[in-house]
């Protein structure tokens, strides 16, 4: 059994990470989320039809990832921050400032992070599995195109 | 809401300075906007059903947030470092002989042996005059493994508190922070001192003062937080304990969690310190038990 564990955990181990990155957009968490499905598969291994894998254990990630988000809810007030307020939403925005030419996915991404969700550059290479230093050169690039194009001018 | 100048990092200042009015607009646009770690939960369905509605009736009519899932997706699969790995696969190992060991050999089977001989240490500080206390491994104090409180044998209406020992990490003896070369050790044990002498408001007043100091230690706001709960003060205790069960090695995980629980239980936080005890439940630590029944 341990051996078929190890080689199934070997094979899966990068996508329930990357699904657990996706689901909280932590590293760290998404480490525990990624312990938390490898301990369920150990323990019921022998009555698990390997066929069903990755999903049972992208099941199980989605499970916690819910459960920690109640959690969040209750302790945060997140309920409130994740209601969209009807009198500001807006029915189709423009998206004109990211919607520059040049911005590719990863620099509309750090901008977002960074100056609409103020997160800080760690948390920003936590959520996105970068280097604080890539987060750093992917700003500093964003934010000269953004003013280049503002100018009318190439970055 | 909006990234203050002293948010901002040096190298980004003047950069930000001449796109200001335009991330301004931006972020005003997006006030209504989930936060993107929400957006991103979204797109795998990861939300709890309320929220996961109505994260996606916003999405559905916001072209931003949809961009943003896309640009998500679009990202670089992210690996998972071989040490990481390696170390997962290891910790999944452990947590699992751990619930499958008999309960009667309890905690110490949660801290290695190498570490337990190394790690824990009972610190009389107290008894040390000066308030100074010797170097690790000194004769003077031999290293004594003590073992976590006991559980009761009868579940209390609501959660007993008990006094944790006063115990030090061996990091934390040999922890010099300041440039003074003041130890950890020597830096807290006034505060430790009062704990132990049951003078709360002391001790949490001076381990208050002592916590912007060592932003790491997991004593301060553990100790900290304890003593709030003494004071009858949960409420504030919560957010200390908090802090200490982030921070807690494995010395310290059970007590965190245990007394985060506690303090949570009291302030009327019901659902979440059943939520905690059902964790140390699911353990083999030394409040494993008790947790258990305050779970139910």
């Given amino acids: ?155 | 809401m909006s990234v203050r100048p002293h948010n901002l990092e040096s190298w980004e200042r003047k950069e930000y300075g001449q796109v200001a009015p335009a991330l301004d607009e931006l972020r005003r646009q997006r006030e209504a906007c989930p936060p993107a770690f929400a957006v991103s939960a979204a797109a795998v369905f990861a939300l709890p059903d309320d929220e996961q509605s109505a994260v996606e009736a916003h999405v559905a009519s916001c072209s931003m947030c949809r961009d943003l899932q896309a640009d998500f997706e679009r990202l670089e699969p992210v690996g998972i470092p071989a040490r990481t790995e390696d170390r997962i696969l290891e910790e999944v190992r452990k947590r699992a002989a751990t619930k499958t060991r008999p309960a009667v050999f309890g905690w110490r089977l949660l801290v290695p042996a190498s570490v337990a001989v190394v790690v824990l240490v009972v610190v009389g500080i107290a008894g040390n005059r000066h308030g100074r206390l010797p170097a690790p491994g000194a004769p003077s104090l031999p290293p004594v493994v003590v073992a976590a409180p006991a559980p009761p044998a009868a579940p209390a209406p609501r959660p007993q508190l008990d006094k944790p020992a006063v115990k030090l990490s061996m990091l934390a003896l040999t922890w010099r922070g300041a440039s003074d070369g003041r130890s950890f050790a020597t830096d807290v044990a006034p505060a430790l001192d009062a704990f132990r002498a049951d003078r709360f408001d002391e001790a949490e007043r001076a381990l208050r003062v002592l916590a912007p100091h060592y932003p790491t230690s997991v004593e301060i706001p553990f100790y900290q937080g304890v003593s709030l709960l003494f004071l009858d003060r949960p409420a504030d205790a919560i957010g200390p304990l908090r802090r200490a069960s982030r921070l807690a090695d494995e010395l310290f995980a059970a007590d965190a969690g245990w007394y985060l629980g506690v303090a949570l239980q009291r302030a009327g936080h019901a659902t979440e310190a059943r939520t905690r005890f059902a964790a140390l439940c699911r353990g083999a630590g030394a409040y494993a038990r008790r947790a258990c029944e305050e779970a139910r």
């Fill in chain 1, 1 to 155: 059994m341990q051996d078929g564990f190890e080689a199934a955990y070997r094979k899966h181990v990068d996508a329930v990470f990357r699904f657990a990155l996706s689901c909280v957009r932590r590293r760290d968490v998404a480490e525990d989320l990624t312990s938390d499905a490898f301990l369920a598969l150990f323990r019921n291994f022998d009555g698990i039809d390997e066929s069903r894998l990755p999903g049972w254990l992208l099941a199980v990630v989605r499970n916690r990832a819910r459960d920690r988000w109640r959690r969040q809810v209750i302790e945060q007030g997140y309920l409130q921050s994740l209601t969209p307020r009807p009198d500001v939403v807006r029915a189709e925005s423009d998206g004109g400032l990211l919607a520059s030419p040049g911005l590719k996915a990863i620099h509309r991404v750090c901008l977002r992070l960074r100056y609409v969700d103020e997160l800080s550059r760690s948390e920003i290479a936590s959520a996105t599995g970068l280097s604080e230093t890539q987060v750093k050169g992917h700003l500093q690039y964003s934010l000269r195109l953004l003013r280049a194009a503002l100018q009318g001018q190439k970055p």
